[in-house]
């Protein structure tokens, strides 16, 4: 039997099926695109779609992971590959590797969380602030001035100090997601989802500037990785753990144990988004009424 030459071999790829953040539908239903793997690890492989408008991001991930709100989530195994490694996503698919990956359904990664009374969310602000000073998890921005000027400014309603403190925090810290981005992600997921459900229109409006602000420019100013989930959290899209902590302060599940998973993420992410969340909360709270 004759043998064919290495350089003639087909790699013949595998074919899986993930379930799919809705965020990335109009990325995976586009014509294909290059793309590339910007960080890869056992639970995750982050790839950076070149796009003609910007660079996206998606994260293929396990179901041991953070099911972060542009992601795929896959029930094998990751597939071998390292960072700077070519990719393909488009026509329905994400090539990786050997692996080619399709959606075999979506969810909502921004469900609405329906009407909620602000009195009720103002009963939710004293356990999330002790539950959260109590965790030996700290935020990595604790004691940071321009956090204190955005809770200050967003308590307010004042536009001035809340985007001028927002302006300071994005990229702040190391790491692919800054605890400042986290932070902002936080607070903008909080008011755009409790100040749609309290009927806070004043909260809302702050949301809607405030993400323009952090997300102009963004990629100059931030990672990649971070720059796409700011991205999504301007428009209300988050994590797992942060909807499953939104649905405990509307009243819609038990907090405590929804809080204790988000804080065990990363080593300052869970605290820094919680940080973002209690900024939010209480921004919605003053700007109702509800605190008085």
């Known amino acids: 039997m004759e043998r064919v030459p290495r350089a003639q071999r087909v790699h013949v790829r595998a074919h899986a099926t993930g379930a ?12 294909r695109s290059p793309a590339r793997v910007l960080a890869a690890f056992p639970a995750g492989v982050y790839l950076e779609v070149r796009t003609e408008l910007e660079p996206q991001v998606i994260a293929v991930v396990t179901g041991q992971a953070t099911r972060l709100p542009n992601a795929m989530v896959i029930s094998g195994p990751m597939p071998g590959v390292a960072v700077g490694d070519e990719a393909c ?5 994400i090539d990786l590797g050997r692996l080619s990956l399709r959606a075999h359904r979506w969810w909502d990664p921004a469900p609405p969380l329906g009407p909620v009374p602000v009195e009720r969310l103002a009963r939710s602000l004293p356990a999330l602030t002790g539950l959260c000073e109590r965790s030996a998890r700290r ?23 809340s985007v001028t403190a ?11 997601t800054p605890s400042g981005d986290d932070v902002l992600a936080g607070l903008l997921v909080a008011l755009r989802h409790l100040g749609g459900a309290a009927g806070a229109g004043r ?12 997300t102009f420019d963004v990629r100059g100013r931030t990672t990649p990785i971070s720059a796409s989930l700011l991205q999504c959290a301007a428009r209300g899209e988050a994590s797992g753990e942060v909807l499953a902590v939104l ?11 929804a809080l204790h998973r988000l804080l065990r993420l990363g080593h ?21 009424g509800g605190g008085s």
Not at 166 to 176: D, H, I, K, N, Y
Not at 247 to 257: D, F, I, T, V
Not at 268 to 288: H, K, M, P, Q, Y
């Open 20 to 31: 799919a953040s809705t965020t990335l539908r109009r990325m995976l239903e586009a014509p």
């Open 203 to 214: 909260a809302v409006w702050l949301a809607d500037w405030l993400a323009a602000a952090v």
């Open 166 to 176: 927002a302006e300071q925090l994005v990229g702040l810290g190391p790491g692919l």
């Open 268 to 288: 300052t992410s869970g605290a820094d988004l919680a940080w973002g969340l209690r900024i939010g909360l209480a921004a919605v709270i003053d700007l109702e």
């Open 89 to 93: 996503v488009g026509d329905g698919s």
């Open 247 to 257: 649905r405990g302060l509307a009243g819609r599940q038990s907090l405590e144990p």
């Open 139 to 161: 935020p990595g921005l604790e004691g940071n001035g321009a956090a204190g000027l955005l809770a200050q400014g967003c308590a307010e309603g004042s536009l001035l100090k």
